[in-house]
């Protein structure tokens, strides 16, 4: 399943919505853009949405809005994210409430330990 790029304006959407806080730290997920707090993922792209990570009554609020939860592939929900509907994306000021409503929730969960890296296979007498 090849999955689809995100248009140029969502990209710039995420770029100018995640605030500059030295908490945040941005990087790629899945080779989507991605806004991560104590290792924590609070925001990202995947193809043509915008995901947010929001605790149980934020999630139901903003679904009242049209956000549905966020399934990268059918079947596989996250069940912390939503995709934000275009009603949020279309409006700075409903966005960046948002954003903090995730910022704050995120900021509150345990960190997590940065993930090991892969170490490398150890040679035998014969490779050296």
Do not use: C
Not at 8 to 19: G, M, N, W
């Amino acid at each position: 399943m090849a999955w689809r790029k995100s248009p140029a304006a969502l990209a710039e959407l995420f770029d100018r919505a995640i605030p500059a806080d030295p908490r945040i730290a941005r990087r790629k997920m899945f080779g989507y853009p991605a806004a991560f707090l104590n290792g924590n993922m609070l925001a990202g792209l995947h193809q043509e949405d915008f995901i947010l990570r929001l605790p149980d009554d934020a999630r139901a609020e903003i679904a009242r809005d049209g956000a549905r939860p966020f399934a990268p592939m059918p079947g596989r929900t996250m069940r912390e994210y939503v995709a934000l509907p275009a009603s949020v994306l279309a409006d700075d000021a409903a966005m960046a409430r948002w954003l903090a409503r995730a910022i704050d929730h995120v900021a509150a969960l345990p960190a997590k330990a940065p993930a090991a890296r892969a170490a490398a296979p150890k040679r035998s007498r014969r490779d050296r």
